[in-house]
């Protein structure tokens, strides 16, 4: 599991990955339900204000590694963690892409994503809602040479859409699970839900 979380919250106006949720922080409640899922391992890519982050995981059981690129995208933080595997020879069959801000992913949905996994049949399995599709989403080993191409803010859904042929859906029944919280009204309005 790779769980994006290198911006700089800029419209926020806030260090977003360190806002209270839950017992944690969103970042933290990211990686608590990636530990929670069947995942074997978790990576967390950093990039702005990394040097406040860091202290806040070093009880976890997580890879931290920091995209000194964040500030040129999304689509740069999962290429840089899919490099850093492949630098450091960590094998996967996959990676589930997770955002930070999304607060409201469950476990269930990672073990439904990751149950519909069929290996060596160069699949994705991406997260749909009324024939979107986004991330939670987990991509085939076949893709990590396309996953280390990535650039700028569109991150993985040019992959998504690109290699619709080969996508696995698996539906979510509400908006909510997919909600990213990017501004203090959204973070307000619900924190209290």
């Not at 009324?130 to 990590?144: G, I, N, R």
């Not at 990213?180 to 309005?189: K, V």
Request: charge should be negative.
């Amino acid at each position: 599991m790779v769980i994006l979380a290198a911006g700089n919250s800029s419209r926020m106006n806030a260090v977003k990955q360190l806002l209270p949720w839950k017992d944690g922080t969103l970042l933290t409640n990211a990686i608590e339900v990636g530990i929670s899922s069947m995942v074997s391992s978790i990576i967390v890519v950093l990039g702005a204000n990394s040097d406040k982050i860091k202290p806040s995981l070093k009880r976890l059981n997580v890879t931290v590694i920091e995209n000194s690129q964040w500030k040129n995208g999304l689509g740069t933080s999962l290429a840089f963690a899919v490099n850093y595997m492949e630098d450091n020879n960590i094998y996967a069959d996959g990676v589930l892409c997770c955002l930070a801000d999304m607060p409201f992913v469950t476990v269930k949905h990672l073990h439904d994503l990751i149950a519909g996994f069929e290996l060596d049949n160069n699949s994705i399995v991406a997260t749909s809602l009324k024939e979107s599709v986004m991330v939670p989403a987990l991509f085939d080993a076949f893709y990590f040479k396309d996953l280390v191409e990535l650039t700028g803010d569109s991150g993985a859904k040019e992959l998504l859409i690109k290699h619709q042929n080969n996508l696995i859906h698996i539906e979510v029944s509400s908006e909510k699970v997919l909600k990213d919280l990017d501004t203090p009204s959204d973070y307000n309005f619900y924190k209290k839900s």
